[in-house]
């Protein structure tokens, strides 16, 4: 790794004037009349008795409304229903749910923008929830501005229902961009996928161990998060094909659970997954926790992590008897000033090395007690790399 001695401005000051991470896009008009309007007194959308049909565009009237339970509203690949306000802004007040949606498959829900100056024409004040064998949703353009606990809560947990194991169903088709969540008051702005592996029931009278599904084709990009409670996106059970990019994420753990755990920028459980061009700033602990194979983290920005800018594993570091998992790969990512060490990796007896490639860490050239400095940390020698072209930049003094 090639070492600089640079100014307390340094990569920080030179962010500023860096392209490309996510802002609001207004959604400021659209073609599609509304072909159901749902005054804000009705609180459920069935779809099998609203006759609702592939297609169709249904508007929830403006001004202020309580939950709403979206169930059994099915589209069609060709045809998805999209879900919408009307004319005016859309808010839900303060509850434990906002929006519901249960049932339903080729559904997108969106906002159109009421003026220029405005953003979302949706603003939820409490969870946003996608389950009960839900798949093949666009969420898109929405404003959480509270939650009790997740901004928003995708899975669906395993009961005794055998459709909801994970042998018998997988949820696809996610894709969550252009949202804005902020402030929740205890838990993450994105929770998608079941975090445990198994739970442990009793279903009429027996007994039962039951497994969460998977996820697959999950996109989750250009969101912006802030003052988020723990984890700003926490993506598990991932199968593959699934993505994490161009996401502005702005302080979270700010009311982690106790003892201070799942205070993450990005947390990732799950293979194939790639992580790219976010900004993380300030997170409480970790700027990122991977658990996985075949991970690709690029051009990601971390600023100021409150432990390490990145830190990975795999599941053969937690089963001995596992082995040949695929590697990840680490490029060119910017991780400045973390409170540990840029990247530690635990992620070991890969079929090949892990690539960490192009990679630029700045510190203030503290090092470990074996006196080697804090940019790159391995479990031991079953943990295989391959470093090229990494930079380390040492600043003289802490930035403001």
């Not at 990569?11 to 392209?19: E, M």
């Not at 249904?58 to 690949?77: D, F, H, T, W």
């Not at 690029?298 to 992590?305: G, T, V």
Request: hydrophobic share 35%.
């Amino acid at each position: 790794m090639r070492g600089f001695l640079v100014s307390a401005m340094s990569l920080a000051a030179v962010f500023s004037l860096l392209p490309g991470f996510a802002t609001a896009e207004n959604q400021y008009q659209s073609d599609a009349e509304c072909d159901v309007v749902i005054p804000s007194n009705q609180h459920l959308l069935d779809g099998e008795t609203s006759g609702i049909d592939s297609g169709a565009t249904i508007c929830l009237a403006a001004g202020e409304r309580g939950p709403l339970r979206i169930r059994n509203v099915l589209g069609s690949e060709e045809a998805p229903v999209v879900i919408r306000n009307e004319q005016g802004t859309v808010t839900t007040t303060p509850y434990e749910y906002s929006i519901a949606i249960e049932g339903s498959k080729w559904l997108r829900l969106t906002s159109i923008a009421p003026s220029e100056s405005e953003s979302y024409g949706i603003k939820l004040g409490g969870t946003l929830s996608i389950g009960a064998l839900s798949e093949k949703i666009e969420i898109d353009h929405i404003e959480i501005y509270r939650a009790r606990f997740a901004g928003m809560l995708i899975k669906t947990d395993p009961n005794c229902d055998s459709a909801t194991w994970a042998e018998n169903f997988t949820m696809s088709g996610i894709k969550i961009h252009h949202n804005y969540i902020h402030d929740t008051e205890e838990g993450e702005g994105m929770y998608v996928g079941y975090t445990g592996l198994q739970r442990n029931l009793e279903c009429e009278g027996v007994a039962t161990t039951v497994y969460p599904h998977k996820l697959q084709n999950v996109d989750i990009s250009h969101n912006v998060l802030e003052n988020i409670a723990a984890d700003g996106i926490q993506l598990n059970s991932v199968l593959g094909d699934s993505r994490i990019s161009q996401n502005r994420i702005y302080r979270t753990g700010v009311s982690p659970f106790s003892p201070y755990w799942q205070n993450t920028g990005i947390q990732v459980g799950g293979s194939d997954v790639e992580v790219s061009g976010n900004l993380i700033f300030k997170s409480g602990g970790n700027g990122m926790m991977l658990d996985g194979d075949a991970l690709t983290v690029k051009d990601n920005h971390i600023l100021y992590a409150g432990e390490n800018g990145i830190f990975a594993r795999n599941p053969a570091q937690q089963n001995a008897e596992i082995s040949n998992g695929e590697p990840h790969q680490y490029k060119n990512n910017l991780i400045v000033q973390s409170t540990s060490y840029g990247i530690k990796l635990y992620a070991v007896n890969t079929v090949r090395p892990h690539q960490i490639t192009d990679n630029s860490i700045e510190n203030f050239g503290q090092v470990d007690q074996a006196g080697r400095p804090m940019t790159f940390s391995y479990l031991n020698s079953d943990v295989l790399v391959d470093e090229n072209n990494n930079r380390h930049y040492i600043v003289s003094e802490k930035a403001q």
